[in-house]
């Protein structure tokens, strides 16, 4: 990722508007939900001291600090999302995925729930992960497919970013494989309606699909298809 790369996605979640934007888009999706498969990944994981990276507003940090047992700090590199979880009760600091600052081998479990594809250093970030995890540490990362949502991709007649291929569905057990000695995946598929006016918020939402808010109307609603990948990946016991 280049520095433009890096300045751009510290913009977009400077303030929560942007991501808001982005969510709201999936109000009318049928399918699978990736983000329960998140939570029963970690529940499954038994784990009583938990890191999550880039959890942005803390949605899913919520639901983490609900489980019995379970002690959770988050780390988000932007200002604004801390401040938003710590208002609701988490204990959340600024931070960088690349440089964590904590002991090696200090947490059972590590949550990356979209946002690994947003590192400048992809293996930088997963070795500093697999550092704080204990031996026999899990961790969970969430990411989305190369073809994911490819319809508003196509509607805007764009590629995606290369950064933005960097830990996808497709990549992301090879990617993991470097630094973890076991890797699972539980995909996750559905779809989801949008009408004009969802499709111009989410295209004011992120620069590179920018077009769409200025797109002619469209004739009806657009249907997109999602899927999503929950990887869990276990570092080496010795």
Sequence with gaps: MSDDDASFVREQYAAPENLRARKSAYEHAD?????????????????????????????????????????LVGIDQSEAMVEIQRAQGIDARVGD????????????????A???????????????????????GVLVAATNSLQH?????????????????????????????????????????GTVTLDDAAIRRFGASWRPLASLATMPPLQGPLRAHMHATIFVAEKAVF
């Design 31 to 71: 399918g699978d939900d990736p983000r329960q498969f998140v939570v029963e990944a970690v529940a499954a994981a038994n784990a009583q001291r938990v890191l999550e990276v880039g959890g942005g507003e803390g949605e899913l940090a919520r639901r983490l600090v609900g489980e019995p047992g379970v002690e």
């Design 149 to 189: 949502m490819e319809e508003l991709w196509a509607l805007a007649q764009r590629e995606r970013p290369a950064h933005a291929r960097t830990f996808r569905s497709e990549n992301g057990d090879a990617a993991l494989r470097r630094h973890f000695a076991k890797v699972a995946r539980r995909d996750a598929r």
């Design 114 to 136: 979209w946002m690994l594809y947003h590192v400048p250093d992809l293996d930088r970030g997963l070795a500093e992960i697999a550092r704080v995890l204990r031996p026999g």
């Design 97 to 112: 995925v690349q440089d964590l600052p904590f002991a090696d081998g200090e947490f059972d479990l590590v949550v990356a």
